[in-house]
Antibody
């Protein structure tokens, strides 16, 4: 059974970079059907899809307009993981961050989730 | 894209049926057969309950069903049980490789 295990710091200072990693077991980051997403949840913004990466002979990324200028999602096939880097964070970026899978990249439902990481942006 | 509109709360008694609505637009809910529903218990990650408007993943009780009419999708839970008490979120593909979530509905089983 596939699982996603998240890691990363829970506290980030304003203007710095938020970095999280999601380790995949039971599936492959370079799957030819799945896509790998980051989603966050906060009381003020609710659930918000941030972006995803997937492999179809080459790597593709899709980003939400709201964070596109600050967000990078990368993959590491040797470690079977993908990561999020969100630059220039502000307190508004405080949220629980989830990694999640689309088992079918073009059907846009999230069938597997990590446990979530609470990230607080504060000095 | 604006968030999909859900009622803030619904309630029902054990054994009853409830329906949670999710209203979008012709650019999201009304355009694609790609509405999904998630159940979230406090402190837990969301869990997929319905996908592609009305499909149920393996392992999800058949007490959960999804439907859609125009720009409004609905989640119905029949035979309410105490463990169904949770937050429920709808989600829809919104075109241009993006998705939008609803604001969430708190279900109370009284």
């Amino acid at each position: 059974q596939a699982q996603l295990q998240q890691s990363g710091p829970g506290l980030v200072k304003p203007s710095q970079t938020l970095s999280l990693t999601c380790d995949i077991s039971g599936d492959s980051v370079s799957s030819d059907s799945a896509a790998w997403n980051w989603i966050r949840q906060s009381p003020s913004r609710g659930l918000e899809w941030l972006g995803r990466t997937y492999y179809r002979s080459k790597w593709y990324n899709d980003y939400a307009v709201s964070v596109k200028s600050r967000l990078t999602i990368n993959s590491d096939t040797s470690k079977n993981q993908f990561s999020l880097q969100l630059n220039s964070v502000t307190p508004e970026d405080t949220a629980v961050y989830y990694c999640a899978r689309n088992s079918d990249a073009f059907h846009w439902y999230f069938d597997l989730w990590g446990r979530g990481t609470l990230v607080t942006v504060s000095s | 894209q604006s968030a999909l509109t859900q009622p803030a709360s619904v309630s029902g008694s054990p054994g009853q049926s409830i329906t949670i609505s999710c209203t979008g637009t012709s650019s999201d809910v009304g355009s694609y057969k790609l509405v999904s529903w998630y159940q979230q218990h406090p402190g837990k990650a969301p869990k997929l309950m319905i996908y592609e408007d009305s499909e149920r993943p393996s392992g999800v009780s058949n007490r959960f069903s999804g439907s859609k009419s125009g720009n409004t999708a609905s989640l119905t839970i029949s035979g309410l049980q105490a463990e169904d008490e949770a937050d429920y979120y709808c989600c829809s593909y919104a075109g241009s490789t993006t998705v939008v979530f609803g604001g969430g509905t708190k279900l109370t089983v009284v």
